[in-house]
Structures are given as structure tokens and as C-alpha cells.
């Protein structure tokens, strides 16, 4: 049997085990407080290149959704118009203003609007007339029976007048749609699309695109929302970006 270690050894590796507890602890509190400690720089840094990053794509997801808006009413335009074109070229007569229309067209509906002569060559009435006998009423559905337009012709469908990307009416008239502009700013055309509850920026827009980026002068013109004309447009600046305004479009 061995002898066992002297009592003084023995002393000795306990007191060695119990200092290295003691100075192991503080070495681990010393590793965990390094642990918690904050972001460095560079970290901070990728960070905020990674939210940068972010709103960059969001801005511009934004802008694109903008600018597939403003051409899907910039469309309309000229769809419409083209619509005029096309049925005139087939029929020798404007759609709504067909004196034949009844004729040319199966289920056709001759106009009856008191403030005009069918087959004038103008489509007489308001852009957002609710007469369902008037010219510029009765054009959709001379255009859609004819094939070029898709939509119900039934007259007194709710689905039966257009909207565009905003939901707002859209329409078209040959009357003035501004009745006293100044003799510098005439506003002559054979016919008007107008297309209603669109913001200022999209207005603008609009008549940045397509015109001379005046919403006074030029083909494109503003009017107030809804109105069937006014005396003269109106000038939408960055201020009135949120308002909601008639854009038209003269052919």
C-alpha cells in the first residue's frame, strides 16, 4: 500500500486548485464582458448599407408602379382617339355622331341629343354625360359594337362607362371643354378624351410624357375634377401633387 503524500503537498495542490478557480472565474467573466460588448464600425457600417439598400429598392419599386400608372392613362388616350379614327375610316362617320348607326351597327342606338345635329362630324355632349341618348354617351357604344372597344353596349349597365387606373370616368365630347381661354392660349380640336380623379403628379406627368409639360398650353389640359368645362385649365404645380383633377387631351 502507498504511503500517502504529506500533509503539506496535500495543502498545496488544494490551495493551487482553489487559485485556479479563482483566476479561471475572472478569466471568463473577462471572455463574457468582451462577448456583450458593442457593434464595431464596420458593423455599424454594413448595417446601414443593408437598410440603405432597402429603401433604395423600395423607392424605386415605387417609381416604377408610378410610371406604369401614368402610361397605363397615357393608353387611354390614345386608344380612344384611335377608336374615333378607326370607325370613322370604316364608316365614314364619327362613333356617336353615326346618323346611320342603327344601320351599321347590330343593336346600334341612333342619338337623339337636343344640344346637337347627328352627323355633324362633332360628337355633341358632355365628356361625362349620364344622358344615355346623347352623342358622347352613345360613342361607347358604337365603338364596341362595331369590335373596336371591349365593354358591355347595353346602355344602362353599371359596367357601361369606362374608368380608368384611378377608377375615375372617362369620356369624350367634341363641344369646348374651355369656354373663354385667353387668345393666347386657344384650345381648338375635332375632339376632347378627358379622364377624371387623377393626382396632381400624375397630371404633370402625364403632360410631361406626351406634351409640353404646361398643364395650361398644349394638347393636354387641366381641369378641375369632374367639370364638364371651365374657362380656362389650370396650372398644377408640386403643391397640388394630392389634389385630384380632369386631365383632357385634345385630337
Known amino acids: 500500500m502507498a504511503n500517502p503524500a504529506p500533509l503539506s503537498s496535500r495543502r498545496k ?3 493551487n486548485l482553489r487559485y485556479a478557480k479563482r483566476h479561471g472565474k475572472k478569466s471568463n467573466m473577462r471572455i463574457s464582458k468582451k462577448t456583450q460588448s458593442g457593434f464595431t464600425l464596420v458593423e455599424i457600417a454594413i448595417v446601414l448599407v443593408i437598410i440603405g439598400l432597402l429603401l433604395g429598392g423600395v423607392l424605386k419599386g415605387q417609381e416604377l ?3 406604369a400608372k401614368v402610361k397605363n392613362l397615357i393608353n387611354d388616350f390614345r386608344a380612344i382617339s384611335s377608336f374615333v379614327y378607326a370607325y370613322q375610316d370604316r364608316f365614314r362617320a364619327l362613333p356617336g355622331d353615326d346618323p346611320a348607326a342603327a344601320t351599321h351597327l347590330n343593336g346600334g342606338i341612333n342619338a337623339t341629343s337636343p344640344g346637337g345635329t347627328l352627323g355633324n362630324a362633332r360628337i355633341n355632349g358632355a365628356w361625362n354625360s349620364t344622358i344615355q341618348t346623347d352623342e358622347s354617351y352613345l360613342f361607347w357604344q358604337h365603338v364596341r359594337l362595331a369590335g373596336l372597344a371591349t365593354g358591355t353596349p347595353d346602355v344602362s349597365s353599371p359596367d357601361y362607362i369606362p374608368r ?9 365630347t367634341g363641344d369646348p371643354i374651355l369656354t373663354a381661354t385667353p387668345a393666347t392660349r386657344p384650345y381648338p380640336a375635332t375632339f376632347y378624351v ?3 380623379g387623377i393626382q396632381g403628379r400624375y397630371a404633370r406627368q ?3 410624357t406626351i406634351d409640353d409639360g404646361n ?3 398644349g394638347s393636354v389640359r387641366v381641369i378641375p375634377d369632374g367639370a364638364v368645362n371651365t374657362t380656362d385649365a389650370i396650372d398644377v404645380l408640386a403643391a397640388n401633387d394630392a389634389m385630384l383633377y380632369t386631365v383632357c387631351m385634345a385630337f
Open 194 to 196: 378627358c379622364s377624371q
Open 164 to 172: 380608368n387606373a384611378e377608377g375615375g370616368r372617362i369620356g369624350i
Open 13 to 15: 495542490k488544494t490551495d
Open 215 to 217: 398643364t395650361q398650353t
Open 206 to 208: 402625364i403632360d410631361t
Open 65 to 67: 408602379i408610378n410610371s
